[in-house]
Structures are given as structure tokens and as C-alpha cells.
């Protein structure tokens, strides 16, 4: 006669719901050739004396003895271990060592097959083990993809508690990785207590799922003490039913866990796993079908009917009564509940199949789910179950559709300004889900939410551990880091959406339609682009829909004929369109995080409802909340402080946290740039330069620092070589870029190699014909090549295309003007620059000297002293008073002048002022001597006054030192 098996129909209906957690100890791995924990330790005790047992003042023989005999418990024996005064660290590595040994020696002889493990995970894809080995690794089916983490791993602990999350959990670690072993009281300690995430992944495990437990025996105490912590995890209520295998009539009820006897752990375990795998079976077969309900199909005996509604309210209401008056009555409590289901599902089913066949009903019930998210306080059973429907049943509903909700959920945060934490940890659920395009946007969602509501949600030490755990994804780190930066350039204050938006029917009054997420398939508003696009390639137009970073409620209005023609009426010019491209330049930078921040800020700020009220803290609060020490990793948390002060341009602490953000991460380019910026502005070019140099030996091409480089050589260091090799790396890098030309064409003239240089100008400008400051640098080429006329032309032009009216254009003009002796023409461009920027000391000393020339020496004096009173360098002017007196024939005061120029600065250009002085004193021999050691210290001979040039231009002596200094040009 076959025996019938007598399974809990709590344990079947985990199972058909995928929600039972198998739960495995050393029972299982025994029959395998593994240890008991009793062996186990006693194993561990032989090798510590059979290596330390002369030397140590731990006595291993008389606890190994102890632990036989059963006088001295296994914790008493692992307790001595580790409390050894002198060695119990090193005794607790050892141990773990030896495990590890002796787990890698019987795996060897493991054999292929294991029927019990096989079915276990046939049974269930979610195992928790307290095993160090690796059996239930090697008996995996093929068709499953578990992801198997240790104690360490809180960010997939944390994601083990989805419900289609499959996973082998090793929460008392793997021998291959000792440090993870849990094995004595310190490790039970840390790895069982409240802030611990281990014990969070239990305890919603313990709440949620059921569970069964197999390998475990309360005559060993491990186990006794294992229970005794889950118990008080939940803090000993019953929150859900659990189960255990055991071949001995053990008391588990104090533990809230029934037992299931089976005779033996062969035969008998395995008969009773493959009825459990039946039911398994079974039911992913019914869910393959698509069974149509035919409202005359005979009913069940056990079903209930309309007729029966009255009498099971009845009944409803006398158990629950009874319950009241009997709450620890656990069989009244399941009876309850099955009435509950059976009702609910009497006057539900259709509804349920509707929601599971026909779009409109479902796209209508998620409507009336955003509403109830968006303005419930607190969100109500019914609500959490739907939610949880919706982010489970994909095979039903969309990434677009969990993306709705997951904006519900945030606009509820915000609104009811409250740290809610069933909400806030039901968006790290959906970032644990992984689900593309709605992960992105639940971390975008939970950034500005933690932010928003400042210390609030610190209370819950539950959302603190799901939150710290999120610290260690990188992928996650990664978005973070791109939100931070989105936020400190400014994006977070910019939008393309805007009150207009909600003038438009489609979202007036709809804040499901606005947050509703652009999509294709079966939507209608899509669809409307069929019939009002007017162009030639429809495709090519949708694909563009697809591709660019706008806000989805932008993309929406375009499929919309009244939109387009409302955005081509708007069209105002090359401003707005330049604005535009640079919006969506930033936004395709940090995409899809710019248009998430976006269309959550823009809807608090134009939305009719909230229009002029604050309800959204949309600024970034880096320093002043707990945000950055939590959801960010170590890294991650001094990289965003860096960015934050960097932006209040406090360099100093910037510099601190970028320093210890590389100590973590050596080889983050971004960081590297960020540091070597703070440095240039505090002007510490030479740390600067040692990082660029560092970044460009890691990332080469890495055009933005090579740019830096640049500057560095050409305006610090004043290294025209090296300037002119970097500038030839970028042309390498990009041969289309007119700004690398220009580059090159700057360096050659620097080294006065100037046709090369005036053929890179040329390149520039033929490339790129509307940049002023091309034009602007060749005209000085031009100058030096004493081309005048050229000069001037690109002058003209440069000033032209400058829409900014920069003064230096008309400045290096009138320099030119100056040289073919036009000081009239000099002086009117020396006038409209003065009005531009009437501080310029420049300005003023050129447009002295041209008065000068002109021998209008009253308004020559009244512009140097100006100079003087806006704090121009007393050597220059002293220099231009020099020439003040010289040209008036005072050559003692002259003399005077130049000398305190001199004794302030050894400057070429005052000692060629000197050698005028003497010039015009008909002093040759002096002269000469000060002309040659100006030369010799660069100065440039086209600065000589046009009647010392006059008077020496055709003197032997004269030619013979300018071809010396190669400054023949000038004559």
C-alpha cells in the first residue's frame, strides 16, 4: 500500500507561490562525508595541539577531552580558542585555515550526482546555508542561474529579498574565502546583531517568505543557538509559518517552526522531496496555460459562490471574533486567512484575469494605482500587493509600467514630506530589480528623496542598512557620481519643460500621463505621429524620438500636430537655438539622470496645483545631510565633496577629498582632472603639472588635459618646445579641430619660426573662418612680419565677428596704427577701447606714447599719471615718464626717471630707453653699449621711437648690431 504523504498546505502554497526559502544545514552534507559540527570541532582542537599544543598555555587535550565526553559544550571549547591572552587571533585564523584544508580535501570525492540536492533546487531557487562547502554549488541544474554570495555581500542580500530573485546565500561563509567563516561567538556576534545587514536579509525573509529548514537537529547545540537568534530576529511573534524536516519527535513549536517527520534521511527525505517537486512542477505548468474561465463550468465542491457570500461573512465574522478572544490560537489565525483568500478571490477572479488579457482594463487599473500612490499618506495592504504585482508579474506588465509607479511613489514622498519606510524601500527594491531604464530612474528618485527630507529618514535602521548596502554596486556608485555632477553644473535649475506643458489637455490635470515614460508598442499617444507627421522618412523621424535627450512629455507633444506647429512658432533665432543645443549636449552627457531630475523638479515647479509652492528641495545639500554617508561608498562620498567644494571655491578642502578619493581610486581621470584644477586656481602650477603629466601618461588622448598642458608650457613655464608638442599630439588626435591649429600656429611664432606659423594660422582659419581670435592672431603675426596692411585687414575682421566688442582687437589695431606712424587713427581705437574698460593701464600708457608722437605732451602726462593712479607698475612708469622728459630735451630728469625704472626692474625695455635718452644727447658711445645689452635681453628693436630710428637707420654701426640681434625688419 503506497503512503500518503501529509503536506502543510501552507508549504504547497509557498511553493506554487515561489515564495519558499530552503534553508540548509550540515544534516545535508554528512551523508556526503563532511564532518558534524561536534566532529568538526573536535577535528580542529587534534590539529591546534598537534601544532601548538607544546607551546601554547591553552590546554587542547583537556577541552578536546571536554568536548568527548560531553562536559564541556562546543562554544565553551571555541570560546577558550579564541580567548587565549596571547594567541587567540592567531588560533582563530588557524582554525579557519584548517577548515578550509580539510573542506578541500572531501570535496575531492564528492560524486556526481546528489539526489537530495538536486531536488532542492528543483524544489526552490532560493537556498540559505549555514554549510561552509560547496555541495549545493555542484549539484546546480543547468536551466538556473543562482546568484551565490557570503555574509559580506549586502547588496545582494539585499536583493535576494525579491520575489523572482534566485540565490544561494552562504551566511555563514565559504571555506574557499576563511575570512568569511563564521565560526566562533565574536563572528555570531557581529554577523546576528541589529545594524548587521545579515540580520536584515533574515528578518524580511523570516516575514515574507516560508520557510524549510532541512539538516538541522536541536541535539546539536549550533542549531539550538542558530534558532534561538531567528527567534529573536522577529522578536517571537509569529509572522509566517516555517517548517523542518526531522526523523525525532523534537519540540520546534518554541521556535514557531512545525516539523515534518519522515522516517530517514535517505529514502524517506527523498520520497517526501519528490512530492514537493511534483508540486512544483505542477504548478509552473498551470502557469504555461492560459486557462479561459467559463462562467457555466461546473464548480468545485471547494469553491464558493455568490450564494455562499452572506453565510462566509458569517462565518468571517464568528472566527475572527474568536480569534480576538484567542490571538496565539495559530490554527483559528490559518482558518481566518484561507476564508479571507477564498472571498477575495469569489468576488475578484475576473477582475484579475481582466487585468491579465486586456491592455485598456490593465493601462486603467495602473491609472487608478498611480492615483492611489500618488495621494495616500500611507499606503495601504491592498496598495503594497498591487505594487508588488506589478513589479513581479513582468510576463503582464512593462518596464514603463513599473516606471509609472516608481514616479508615484517619489511624488508621494515629496508632497507628504515624511520619511515613509515602506515607500522609501520600495524604491530600493526597484533598483535591486535591475530592470533597465527603471533602476536608473528609482536611484535618480531615491538621490533626491534621501535628499529632500534631510535627517528624517535616519530613524529607520532598516532603510540605513538597505541604503549603506547600495554602496557597494558599482553600477549604482556610478549613476550617483553622474547625479552629483548633473547637479553641479547646474542642470538640476534647467529644463525644457515648462508651465506650457500643462496647458496642453494631455497633461493638464493628469500626473500620471506627465510621468507616464515615452514607449511604442500599443500606445496611443505614440501613434498619433502616424497621422500628423508631414516629412518625407517617418521612420528616421521616430528613430530621432528614440535616440534624442529630450523629457518624454517633450517627445509625447511632438507625435501631436498642434505641438509641432506651436514649436516652430517658437523658434526665435540663433540664441535660443544655441541654448537649446547646449541643453541637450549637458542632457545626452548625463543621460538618462538629466531628464529624470528634470521632469521631477519642473513638475513641482509648474504643475497647477503646486505652481509658487516650494514643496521640492531641488538643491543639492551635500554637507548638510547623511545622504553622501550612506548611499555613497567611501570613494564616491570624497569625490562629491570635492565637486561640492570646487563649487563654493573653497580649493583647499576640494584638494583634501580629491586626495582621498584617489587614495581609493588611483586611476578615476575625472578625479585627477578636478585635482590638477584646484591646483591651477590656487596657482600651485607645478603640482598641476605633475598630475596632468600623470593623466597624460595614463589617457593620452585625453584632449581636455592635453588643452591644460598647453596652457601650462606656453603661459607658465613659457616652454614653446614642449607647448609645440602638445599641441602636435592634439592635431594627431583630431586634424579638424581649428583650435588645434591655432594652438600649433602660436607655438611656431613663440620660437620665431614664423612662416610655419602663419601657415597653421592660415589652417585655422580655413577650417573655422567665423572665430575673431583667429584673425586677431594672425594680425599680430602679421605685425611682426611687418605686414601692416595684412594686419590691419585681420584686424578688421577679427573686430567685425566679435559680437562681444572686446577691446584687445581694437587695442592690437591701434598698435599697428602706431608703427605706420597713423597715432590719430591709433588714438581713436586707443578712445573706444578706454570706454570699453577705462581701468586698463595699457590703453592709457599707448595712447600717452601716441601723444607723445604727436608732441601733445599735456595729454600725454595727464593719461601716465592716470596709469600711476589705477596702480600700474611704478618701473613703467617711471619708463614712460622717461620718454616724457626725453622728448622735451630734459635729460637729466629723463636720466632720473629711467634709472628708478631700472633700480625697480632690470628690464630690457628700460635699459632701450635708456640708450635713447643718450641718443637724443648725441651720447653714440653709450648708446650703443645700452642698445646691445637691451637687445641681448630681448628687447625688441620696432619699440625704438620712430626719430631714433630716423636718425641711426642708415649708421653701419646701427645696421651692424640690429642683423647681430636678426632685427633688421625694423629698419
Not at 542558530?226 to 509569529?238: A, D, E, Q, R, V
Not at 509648474?606 to 548638510?624: A, D, G, I, R
Not at 590691419?792 to 577679427?798: G, R
Request: some cysteine; glycine content about 2%; overall charge negative.
Amino acid at each position: 500500500m503506497t503512503k500518503i504523504l501529509n503536506i502543510p498546505p501552507k508549504l504547497e502554497d509557498a511553493i506554487q507561490k515561489n515564495n519558499l526559502v530552503i534553508f540548509v544545514g550540515a544534516g545535508c552534507s554528512m551523508p556526503l562525508g563532511f564532518p558534524s559540527w561536534k566532529k568538526l570541532i573536535e577535528d580542529i582542537l587534534q590539529d591546534l595541539d598537534s601544532k601548538y599544543g607544546e607551546t601554547s598555555d591553552t590546554n587542547f587535550k583537556n577541552i578536546l577531552n571536554g568536548v568527548k565526553t560531553n562536559s564541556k559544550s562546543l562554544f565553551d571549547a571555541l570560546s577558550k580558542i579564541e580567548n587565549d591572552s596571547d594567541n587567540g587571533s592567531a588560533f582563530k585564523i588557524k582554525s579557519k585555515e584548517f577548515i578550509n584544508s580539510l573542506v578541500e580535501e572531501i570535496s575531492k570525492t564528492l560524486p556526481e550526482e546528489s539526489k537530495v540536492h538536486s531536488l532542492l533546487w528543483e524544489i526552490s531557487s532560493k537556498i540559505i546555508t549555514t554549510n561552509y562547502d560547496k555541495i549545493l554549488e555542484k549539484y546546480i541544474p543547468k536551466h538556473l542561474d543562482p546568484k551565490i554570495f557570503y555574509n559580506t555581500n549586502a547588496f545582494q542580500g539585499l536583493k535576494s529579498q525579491s520575489d523572482n530573485s534566485q540565490f544561494l546565500y552562504k551566511i555563514h561563509g565559504d571555506y574557499e574565502d576563511p575570512e568569511t567563516i563564521i565560526l566562533f561567538e565574536s563572528d555570531y556576534n557581529d554577523i546576528y546583531k541589529n545594524e548587521n545587514y545579515n540580520n536584515d536579509t533574515l528578518t524580511t525573509h523570516f516575514k515574507e517568505k516560508t520557510f524549510l529548514f532541512i539538516g538541522f537537529s536541536l541535539t546539536d547545540p549550533f542549531v539550538n543557538d542558530l534558532f534561538i537568534k531567528i527567534k529573536k530576529i522577529y522578536k517571537g511573534y509569529t509572522v509566517n509559518e516555517h517548517f523542518i524536516f526531522t526523523t525525532k519527535n523534537e519540540d520546534f513549536i518554541k521556535y514557531d517552526v512545525n516539523p515534518i517527520k519522515i522516517d530517514n534521511w535517505n529514502e524517506s527525505l527523498i520520497e517526501y522531496l519528490e512530492e514537493l517537486k511534483k508540486i512544483k512542477v505542477q504548478n509552473e505548468s498551470t502557469i504555461k496555460k492560459l486557462i479561459i474561465v467559463n462562467e457555466q463550468e461546473i464548480k468545485k465542491e471547494d469553491e464558493l459562490t455568490k450564494d455562499d457570500v452572506n453565510n462566509i461573512f458569517e462565518i468571517i465574522t464568528k472566527k475572527t471574533n474568536e480569534l480576538l478572544n484567542n490571538p496565539g490560537n495559530k490554527e483559528l489565525a490559518t482558518e481566518v486567512k484561507d476564508l479571507r483568500v477564498k472571498l477575495d478571490k469569489l468576488l475578484y477572479e475576473k477582475i484579475d484575469y481582466l487585468q491579465e488579457i486586456d491592455k485598456p482594463f490593465r493601462n486603467n487599473d495602473l491609472q487608478i494605482l498611480f492615483d492611489a500612490i500618488y495621494s495616500s499618506e500611507k499606503l495601504n495592504t491592498y496598495t503594497l500587493e498591487q505594487i508588488r504585482k506589478v513589479r513581479n508579474s513582468t510576463d503582464i506588465y512593462k518596464w514603463y509600467d513599473r516606471s509609472v509607479i516608481v514616479s508615484a511613489i517619489t511624488c508621494s514622498l515629496i508632497h507628504f514630506n515624511k520619511a515613509d519606510e515602506q515607500k522609501i524601500t520600495l524604491l530600493i527594491d526597484f533598483i535591486n530589480d535591475n530592470e533597465e531604464k527603471v533602476w536608473q530612474k528609482a536611484i535618480t528618485s531615491l538621490f533626491m528623496i534621501l535628499n529632500h527630507l534631510g535627517n528624517k529618514w535616519l530613524r529607520f535602521d532598516s532603510l540605513k542598512t538597505k541604503i549603506k548596502s547600495l554602496n557597494q554596486n558599482l553600477r549604482i556608485q556610478d549613476s550617483c557620481a553622474t547625479i552629483i555632477r548633473l547637479f553641479s553644473v547646474g542642470l538640476n535649475n534647467i529644463s525644457m519643460v515648462n508651465e506650457e506643458i500643462f496647458d496642453n489637455p494631455y497633461f493638464s490635470n493628469s500626473p500620471f500621463n506627465y510621468f507616464l515614460p515615452y514607449y511604442q508598442e500599443e500606445n496611443p499617444q505614440f501613434n498619433l505621429v502616424y497621422e500628423t507627421y508631414e516629412g518625407n522618412d517617418i521612420e528616421n523621424y521616430i528613430r530621432f524620438l528614440d535616440e534624442v535627450p529630450l523629457p518624454d512629455q517633450l517627445k509625447y507633444l511632438l507625435c501631436s500636430k498642434e505641438t509641432k506647429k506651436s514649436v516652430q512658432e517658437n523658434e526665435e533665432g540663433e540664441d535660443k537655438r544655441e541654448s537649446l543645443n547646449h541643453i541637450l549636449n549637458y542632457n545626452s552627457y548625463f543621460y538618462p539622470y538629466s531628464v529624470f531630475v528634470q521632469e521631477v523638479i519642473s513638475f513641482y515647479k509648474y504643475f497647477p496645483v503646486f505652481k509658487h509652492e516650494e514643496k521640492l528641495k531641488s538643491q543639492l545639500k551635500l554637507t548638510e545631510t547623511p545622504l553622501k554617508d550612506y548611499l555613497l561608498n567611501e570613494k564616491e562620498k570624497h569625490t562629491a565633496l570635492g565637486i561640492h567644494f570646487m563649487q563654493d571655491e573653497n580649493w583647499s578642502q576640494a584638494i583634501v577629498n580629491y586626495k582621498q578619493a584617489l587614495k581609493l581610486d588611483q586611476s578615476d581621470i575625472s578625479d585627477l582632472l578636478n585635482l590638477a584644477s584646484c591646483y591651477h586656481n590656487i596657482k600651485e602650477f607645478d603640482e598641476e603639472l605633475n598630475i596632468r603629466i600623470k593623466i597624460q601618461n595614463d589617457k593620452p588622448e585625453n584632449e581636455s588635459n592635453l588643452n591644460q598642458l598647453f596652457e601650462i608650457y606656453y603661459n607658465i613655464k613659457k616652454d614653446f618646445k614642449t607647448s609645440l608638442i602638445i599641441a602636435n599630439q592634439l592635431l594627431s588626435i583630431d586634424k579638424k579641430n581649428a583650435d588645434y591649429w591655432n594652438l600649433t600656429a602660436a607655438a611656431y611664432d613663440e620660437l620665431d619660426e614664423l612662416d610655419k606659423s602663419l601657415i597653421n594660422y592660415n589652417k585655422a582659419i580655413d577650417l573655422n573662418s567665423q572665430k575673431a581670435s583667429f584673425f586677431f592672431n594672425r594680425a599680430n603675426l602679421y605685425s611682426k612680419l611687418e605686414e601692416y596692411q595684412k594686419s590691419i585687414l585681420d584686424y578688421n575682421t577679427a573686430i567685425n565677428l566679435d559680437l562681444k566688442k572686446n577691446s584687445v582687437y581694437l587695442y592690437g589695431r591701434a598698435a599697428v596704427f602706431s608703427l605706420i606712424k597713423e597715432y590719430e587713427k591709433a588714438n581713436n581705437d586707443l578712445n573706444i577701447s578706454i570706454k570699453i574698460n577705462n581701468k586698463d593701464t595699457n590703453f592709457l600708457l599707448s595712447r600717452s606714447t601716441n601723444y607723445l608722437h604727436l608732441k601733445m605732451f599735456d595729454e600725454a602726462l595727464i593719461d601716465i599719471k592716470k596709469a600711476e593712479s589705477l596702480g600700474c607698475r611704478k618701473d613703467f612708469i617711471f619708463n614712460y615718464l622717461s620718454n616724457y622728459f626725453r622728448l622735451q630735451n630734459d635729460f637729466i630728469q629723463a636720466l632720473e626717471y629711467i634709472q628708478k625704472a631700472i633700480d625697480i626692474e632690470k628690464d630690457a625695455r628700460h635699459i632701450g630707453t635708456k640708450a635713447t635718452i643718450y641718443a637724443s644727447m648725441g651720447d653714440d658711445t653709450n648708446f650703443y653699449m645700452y642698445l646691445e645689452d637691451a637687445l641681448a635681453k630681448g628687447a625688441k628693436s620696432d619699440l625704438l621711437f620712430p626719430d631714433i630710428k630716423e636718425k641711426y637707420k642708415y649708421k653701419p654701426q646701427f645696421q651692424i648690431l640690429l642683423k647681430k640681434y636678426k632685427q633688421t625688419k625694423s629698419l
